[in-house]
């Protein structure tokens, strides 16, 4: 690519666009920052109330501001909103909130063109999509679901266990998410675990530490995908014994994962029906990139390694899964990711580079 004075466009301004905006900032760049939001705060006022952090604060803050308070507390959901809200206030950026992003479109001359919701069309010398993937949760589709007349959602769509007391309530899920939220409702709710194998937990604490001590000192939050599948094959749910306790106990029912639904509830495996009032799926996100059809970019996998797309100079990504590390699309190591993408972007901003990253044969997306 050619130099530009076109600004580098960051889309997104939860925590990646953020890590985005301060690392284009230390590169000489001067970002400005499109957010579809209020406020800049990714989705973190969306996600359920008692949703806390897995890793303590000490681990969990952005580059250049520490998260402050108890280092070894787990932030609550809404101190996470006043940390981003405080990082928001000390970058010296531009940031345009309820600014949603449209489209992408490349330009001849290899820059491209934002087009936003409000119509406004933005020239830009590169991207970088940081959009994450709360804004696009993964509902699967099973035999019946059309039909089924009960109270159906994912958890992203899910606040708090009170709405449902006294409800008959299956939540699907062997994850951290999935785990914390049906363990909340069994206080409220008959509650059933639904999930395709057995729950797999790590604990929450080693040797009077928390498991991220350890991830921190050994390097095991910067090992890529290939390293941590072969140390851990299975998701595993991290827990101080209460989950544990509260499934081994039955006061958290695990079930094999329903086979169907029918109008009013579900069929189990064995062939048993069951009237359920309410069915919530914790079943993950897929990549929010859909503004990047117009580029031909694939939303479900797109071509990068760490990042830096391997089909379009002057355009990366953040907070994908694994972008990196075990530690990629979190708090603790999305600032890592940051530094790593934009000095290959700079780099192809500023001529020194022409061509996208190099993808190896083998390369994970």
Not at 102 to 121: F, I, K, N, P, Q
Not at 342 to 363: C, F, I, K, W, Y
Request: charged share 20%; proline share 7%; with cysteine.
């Amino acid at each position: 690519m050619r130099p530009s004075s076109d600004p580098l466009v960051v889309i997104g301004a939860g925590q990646s666009g953020l890590a985005a905006a301060r690392a284009a900032l230390t590169a000489g760049l001067r970002p400005i920052v499109l957010h579809a939001g209020a406020e800049p705060v990714g989705s973190w006022p969306d996600y359920y109330d008692s949703l806390t952090l897995f890793s303590p604060a000490r681990y969990s803050s952005l580059p250049g501001l520490p998260f402050g308070g108890d280092p070894d507390r787990y932030p609550h959901r809404d101190e996470v909103v006043a940390y981003l809200r405080r990082c928001a206030r000390v970058l010296d950026a531009e940031i345009r909130n309820q600014t949603r992003v449209v489209a992408v479109h490349g330009r001849a001359d290899g820059g491209y063109l934002v087009r936003t919701g409000t119509g406004d069309e933005i020239p830009a010398a590169g991207v970088i999509a940081a959009t994450g993937s709360f804004g696009r949760p993964h509902l699967p589709s099973l035999p019946g679901q059309a039909d089924y007349a009960g109270d159906l959602r994912h958890v992203a769509h899910y606040r708090r266990p009170q709405a449902y007391a006294g409800r008959r309530v299956v939540v699907v899920g062997a994850g951290n998410s999935a785990v914390q939220v049906a363990y909340e409702l069994a206080m409220h709710a008959r509650t059933t675990l639904a999930t395709r194998e057995p729950v797999r937990f790590l604990p929450q604490r080693i040797r009077g530490r928390d498991l991220h001590h350890w991830l921190h000192v050994t390097g095991a939050d910067r090992l890529p995908r290939s390293a941590v599948t072969r140390l851990i094959r299975h998701a595993a749910v991290l827990d101080t014994g209460r989950y544990r306790d509260a499934l081994a106990s039955g006061a958290l029912p695990r079930h094999e994962m329903f086979t169907a639904f029918t109008p009013d509830g579900v069929c189990w495996r064995d062939g048993t029906t069951e009237k359920v009032d309410a069915v919530i799926f914790a079943t993950g996100y897929r990549p929010d990139l859909d503004y990047l059809s117009p580029l031909g970019v694939d939303r479900n996998a797109p071509r990068q390694v760490g990042g830096v797309s391997t089909t379009h100079a002057g355009l990366a990504y953040l907070g994908l899964e694994f972008q990196r590390s075990f530690a990629s699309n979190t708090l603790r190591g999305v600032g890592r990711d940051a530094a790593h993408v934009m000095n290959a972007v700079v780099a192809q901003l500023r001529g020194e580079s022409s061509r996208p990253a190099a993808r190896p044969p083998d390369a994970g997306r």
